[in-house]
């Protein structure tokens, strides 16, 4: 009996460019997709978070399509609104719904109802380009 394993021979197949070359070009082209630019990656992953979430709510079908959606939706915006202008323009958006004298201080306020209009129209613009709305 032989003190060393059999080995056997097994014949040599390189990969055929039909499996390879599609995931290959795939990965090439995920590493140099465009760069994140910086405004968008100055929004914290939790305020994405929150902003999909209400989209998603607000929006309702599939859920996995949805949320490809909104969240194009909302890097849609992301690139055209600063972090901090995004702020005081949903703030705005949000507090100008509050009812009596102290929303008054808001809905008085043409500068912010100029910013509450712009910031509309960007969430309706950003929202048509990925389909969450027609």
């Avoid at 978070?49 to 890097?75: I, S, T």
């Avoid at 102290?102 to 209009?117: A, F, P």
Wanted: positive net charge; charged residues 25%.
């Amino acid at each position: 009996m032989p003190s060393h394993p059999m080995r056997i021979a097994l014949p040599q197949r390189s990969p055929r460019p039909s499996t390879w070359l599609p995931v290959a070009a795939m990965t090439l082209a995920a590493l140099f997709a465009a760069p994140v630019s910086a405004e968008l990656s100055e929004y914290p992953t939790s305020e994405r978070f929150n902003w999909v979430q209400a989209c998603l709510r607000d929006h309702p079908g599939g859920h996995y399509e949805m949320v490809n959606k909104c969240a194009c939706a909302f890097d849609q915006m992301a690139t055209e609104l600063k972090f901090e202008d995004y702020i005081e323009m949903s703030t705005a958006l949000n507090a100008n719904s509050i009812g009596g004298e102290r929303g008054s201080y808001i809905r008085d306020v043409e500068k912010l109802q100029d910013e509450i209009r712009r910031y509309r129209a960007l969430l309706t613009k950003s929202k048509k380009a990925c389909y969450v709305i027609r």
